[in-house]
């Protein structure tokens, strides 16, 4: 980067920082620390909760999503409106009449303590292990531009996260959450603008979405219905997005303390009706716009030479092996592939212009047969990192965005939007350590400390548990490097084997109202926790194929049968005697 965009991003955080450490001020208490004594209008709960969701991983992630796999990664999101009125309905007037630091602290109420606790471990192990994946989302952008080692990146960025969300607390996320989002959305769209306008003179944004649409990236909807009836695998598809994505959110927003507790802040129950409902308006369309950046950066490429593999330092690490030969010969194959598309793509959009339907076709059919190639080339280098070279990672869908933007964005821009992959990681991240440091002060140090603290040493307090989740969540980060998957998809696929669960024990205690045998849901959850990693694991060792978001109502369903079944089982043993 050049001295003006270091300059652009260092200001950019600062102001930052000190514009939330200036709105931290607040009573030293739980109320102040956790929940901003329970004062923010709703418009600040909606930008917390989109904040609280959308991550560095969102920005940096999703693009690389849209590059390599096309649109259809935003029907995992048609289930959210829904989720947001049935969380809106049922899960928020329990939560505020109660008035919980928690979402956990009501099963207690409702059943007893150890079904409090068990759905308390459950978010801990998924939270904790998502957040320490976000850490490294920002650490990729700083170990490829400073030339660190991953594992000093993951340290430093972790580190000033603890300081931030040490310092401020509820309060200080919510407001930076508010000017981050105005500064992503800006910078994204700035993004989507120079792409186009970088493509050649004749080609605008309908030929754009013209030539991505062509080579299969904008699958927006697809069914997951082939020949051989519905393909279960199918990660993303109509179906798996409003039934899967529906009991995903519905867990997420309604039962994940980083998520109940942005709207618990609200200061009445319409205020967090008003911020949830508005996110379930707002949430689709901004993905959908963040994943066409994706694809206008797929057709940016088509135009110009694209790498054969987006993450340098891997290419570093096949070039210094003994496959340097074999990766010259093809990235000059590559190379004259890519001149070939420039020419294709050019008489396609020619003869779009010029309305040859003959043209059109073979120019398309051209196109699809040197993607064609051009992917195959990618896959041999892929191919030889995963197997073949010692600690390679034959993923670059996180790098894809990352390395458009510092390739060819002007000087200035590409230091905002750096800046902004950052402040999406810092309002996300401080979100969910807060909500972390929520649950172990309340929902375990109150419950079993032997000692009566006051309003002030629980505040101080909450600070170290702040920054026990901090440095639990760097070492999480540690081992995300050869994770596997986009990280985007990773994050989801570790809330899947938890979410069900946890709303299912919120489903029957919201509305299986006769059934008070505490043990048997606590077991009933224990169970179905077991089922979903086991069809999760016959999933990985291909036993059987079948989508991620499918984990969800799976695990809800669990939960809510085995509870039924057990509770029958022990109320006719009781009657026994």
């Known amino acids: 980067m050049s001295l003006p965009d270091w300059i652009i991003l260092v200001v950019t955080l600062l102001v930052i920082v000190s514009y939330g450490l200036y709105k931290s001020r607040t009573s030293h208490n739980l109320d102040g620390y956790f929940l901003s004594n329970r004062s923010m209008p709703w418009g600040l709960v909606l930008l917390s909760i989109m904040g609280t969701q959308a991550s560095a991983i969102t920005f940096l992630s999703a693009p690389g999503q849209a590059y390599t796999d096309g649109m259809r990664f935003v029907q995992y999101y048609f289930g959210i409106p829904l989720a947001m009125i049935v969380i809106s309905i049922f899960f928020v007037p329990i939560f505020r009449k109660l008035k919980v630091y928690t979402a956990y602290e009501y099963l207690e109420q409702r059943f007893d303590g150890k079904t409090r606790t068990l759905t308390s471990l459950l978010f801990f192990l998924q939270r904790g292990l998502s957040t320490g994946i976000s850490v490294f989302a920002p650490s990729i952008i700083l170990s490829s531009l400073l030339g660190w080692d991953i594992m000093w990146t993951n340290i430093f960025m972790g580190g000033l996260l603890i300081i931030y969300t040490m310092t401020g607390g509820a309060r200080a996320v919510a407001y930076t959450q508010q000017l981050q989002l105005m500064i992503v959305f800006t910078g994204m769209f700035l993004a989507a603008y120079m792409v186009v306008r970088m493509l050649p003179e004749n080609v605008g944004f309908a030929d754009a979405l013209e030539v991505g649409g062509k080579l299969?990236?904008?699958?927006?909807?697809?069914?997951?219905?082939?020949?051989?009836?519905?393909?279960?695998?199918?990660?993303?598809?109509?179906?798996?997005?409003?039934?899967?994505?529906?009991?995903?959110?519905?867990?997420?927003?309604?039962?994940?303390?980083?998520?109940?507790?942005?709207?618990?802040?609200?200061?009445?129950?319409?205020?967090?009706?008003?911020?949830?409902?508005?996110?379930?308006?707002?949430?689709?369309?901004?993905?959908?716009?963040?994943?066409?950046?994706?694809?206008?950066?797929?057709?940016?490429?088509?135009?110009?030479?694209a790498p054969i593999f987006f993450n340098e330092v891997q290419l570093k690490k096949l070039e210094q092996s003994g496959y340097k030969d074999s990766l010259a010969y093809v990235q000059h194959q590559y190379d004259s592939v890519a001149v070939l598309k420039q020419k294709a793509v050019l008489n396609y959009s020619g003869a779009r212009h010029a309305k040859n339907e003959v043209l059109v076709d073979q120019s398309v059919q051209s196109l699809l047969a040197l993607q064609q190639e051009s992917d195959g080339l990618r896959k041999k280098v892929v191919n030889w990192l995963n197997k073949k070279v010692p600690g390679g990672d034959g993923n670059d869908t996180n790098y894809i965005f990352l390395r458009f933007v510092v390739d060819h964005l002007p000087v200035g821009l590409v230091g905002l939007l750096i800046a902004i992959i950052f402040l999406a990681s810092w309002g996300s991240i401080a979100a969910a350590v807060n909500s972390l440091a929520s649950c172990s002060m309340v929902d375990f140090h109150r419950r079993f400390t032997k000692h009566t603290d006051s309003a002030e040493d629980e505040y101080r307090l909450s600070k170290w548990y702040t920054l026990g989740w901090g440095i639990f969540c760097i070492v999480v980060a540690m081992f995300t490097y050869n994770i596997g998957n986009s990280l985007i998809e990773a994050v989801n696929i570790l809330g899947s084997l938890f979410y069900g669960v946890i709303l299912g024990v919120f489903l029957v205690a919201f509305f299986f109202t006769k059934i008070k045998n505490s043990t048997a849901v606590f077991w009933a959850a224990l169970l179905a926790q077991a089922l979903v990693l086991g069809v999760f694991i016959l999933t990985r060792t291909g036993v059987f194929k079948m989508g991620f978001l499918w984990l969800n109502p799976i695990g809800a369903f669990g939960v809510i049968g085995f509870t039924l079944l057990l509770n029958k089982i022990m109320a006719a043993k009781k009657e026994r005697g």
């Open 216 to 305: 299969g990236k904008l699958n927006v909807i697809t069914t997951g219905i082939t020949e051989k009836g519905f393909n279960w695998s199918d990660q993303y598809n109509l179906l798996s997005g409003i039934i899967g994505g529906f009991f995903l959110a519905l867990s997420y927003f309604g039962t994940d303390q980083s998520q109940v507790g942005r709207y618990l802040t609200a200061k009445s129950l319409t205020e967090s009706r008003m911020g949830l409902l508005m996110n379930g308006i707002v949430k689709v369309p901004m993905q959908f716009l963040i994943l066409l950046i994706g694809v206008l950066v797929f057709t940016f490429y088509q135009f110009n030479n």
